[in-house]
């Protein structure tokens, strides 16, 4: 364990980034590539939370505006997470690793309920444990619920793992004068309302002093690296 920074870790995924070119649904190319890399890291004996997101599927707060009412849109949300993460769990098992999904919402046909206790027993054991269907409430987002997660397991980390590479002070895409943040303190993130998560995530991790590093999932390899101390993406602390 000498070599691995993070021993306990909340990793974040994009769902819009297990995509791929398709920019919805699945592709499980990318997926396969992401399991064998948490399975590297589970090898090193890093205890591993993952919350995937649902843009692959379905975003309340985007796809339903003006044409639903927002719980319901972010009900939609929160299964389409599910099947995200019965569809990651399934292809972790086929890379001999143990998963498990626990839901903040009672469906007991097709995951666990969370709590708390399960998810530490599951993760002493080894096992990687999938949190899905959010927080369980509306108007919260992935990244909100991630966050929660993470102090709820005392993790080390939150690895948000997205389809940008770093925290920048301007949409980089947009911009050409872009900086790029290496490190940055959630202070300043809040402050310059940066784009890196939603401000209640932000604030949250902050406000439990955990570190947050937002990388780019383009490489898989990105986790381990991440996971082993190497600087990729923004490190925020406080």
């Known amino acids: 364990m000498s070599e691995v920074k993070y021993k306990r870790i909340l990793l974040k995924l994009s769902g819009e980034a297990l995509a791929g070119d398709a920019h919805r649904g ?13 399975k590297a890291c589970a090898d090193l004996g890093v205890q591993i939370g993952l919350v995937i997101g649902a843009g692959n599927f379905w975003r309340g707060v985007k796809d339903g505006a003006d044409k639903m009412q927002r719980s319901h849109a972010d009900a939609m949300g929160m299964l389409g997470t599910v099947m995200n993460a019965i569809a990651v769990a399934d292809a972790l098992e086929k890379h001999g690793v143990d998963a498990r999904v626990l839901s903040a919402v009672e469906m007991n046909k097709f995951c666990e309920y969370f709590t708390r206790d399960t998810a530490e027993r599951y993760l002493t054991e080894g096992k990687v444990v999938l949190f899905a269907a959010g927080t369980g409430n509306p108007y919260f987002s992935t990244d909100t ?7 709820e397991i005392e ?14 002070s301007a949409d980089p895409a947009k911009d050409p004068n872009a900086v790029r943040y290496s490190h940055i303190t959630y202070d300043k993130v809040l402050a310059d309302h940066l784009k890196a998560t939603d401000l209640t995530a932000m604030t949250l991790a902050m406000d439990n002093n955990i570190p947050m590093v937002c990388f780019g999932l383009d490489d898989p390899k990105n986790i381990l690296r991440v996971v082993c101390g190497e600087e990729i993406g923004t490190t925020v602390t406080v």
């Open 26 to 38: 699945l592709d499980f190319a990318i997926i396969n590539s992401v399991c064998e890399v948490i």
């Open 145 to 151: 619920g991630a966050v929660l997660r993470g102090v």
């Open 155 to 168: 993790a080390d980390a939150i690895l948000m793992a997205k389809n940008v590479d770093a925290i920048y």
